[in-house]
């Protein structure tokens, strides 16, 4: 899929969860990202590993949310099997892995000092967002932006690195 269509691809799907779990329309939002997603899969050269990427992401955005969930760094709205994280960002963690082959594929040919920066700058804009958008709550304090900023610098790195040896 060219980049630029999976870049709008992704933040359609982003709007659409963090809107539809501030508007009580979860449903609309994860059917929407599973049409987006199908597309996606359907004109991907690397469909297996953007499958592999999409479990994978999904089971460590599930383990993180659910601890920054437990610790009160985040406090998501919307269907979820308590304490797990809710299903709708389930869904932003598979929209974003199919991504890494694609619009953040440059990601791949730098070092991981690169990604690890993103990911700690990016990603607690990201959470950021989505509170002041009604889809969470969260204190901004230091403290939380500190292990938000921790956990991205961590997972952007190891999520590129799993790209870079899925897409060989």
């Not at 730098?110 to 950021?128: F, K, T």
């Not at 939380?144 to 610098?153: F, G, K, P, Q, V």
């Amino acid at each position: 899929m060219h980049p630029i269509i999976n870049a709008l691809g992704f933040q359609a799907a982003w709007w659409a969860c963090i809107l539809g779990a501030a508007w009580d329309r979860e449903i609309t939002a994860l059917v929407f990202c599973a049409v987006l997603a199908e597309l996606h899969l359907l004109n991907s050269k690397t469909t297996q590993a953007d499958i592999q990427l999409g479990l994978i992401s999904v089971l460590i955005g599930l383990v993180l949310d659910s601890l920054l969930q437990y610790f009160s760094i985040v406090s998501f709205k919307g269907w979820a099997c308590s304490p797990l994280s809710p299903y709708w960002m389930w869904m932003v963690w598979w929209m974003f892995a199919l991504t890494l082959n694609s619009s953040l594929a440059f990601l791949k040919r730098y070092h991981w000092a690169l990604a690890a920066l993103a990911g700690g700058v990016l990603g607690p804009l990201s959470y950021l967002a989505g509170a002041r958008l009604g889809a969470a709550d969260m204190t901004s304090s230091p403290a939380n932006l500190t292990i938000l900023a921790a956990s991205w610098a961590l997972v952007l790195p190891a999520l590129v690195a799993l790209a870079k040896r899925s897409a060989r």
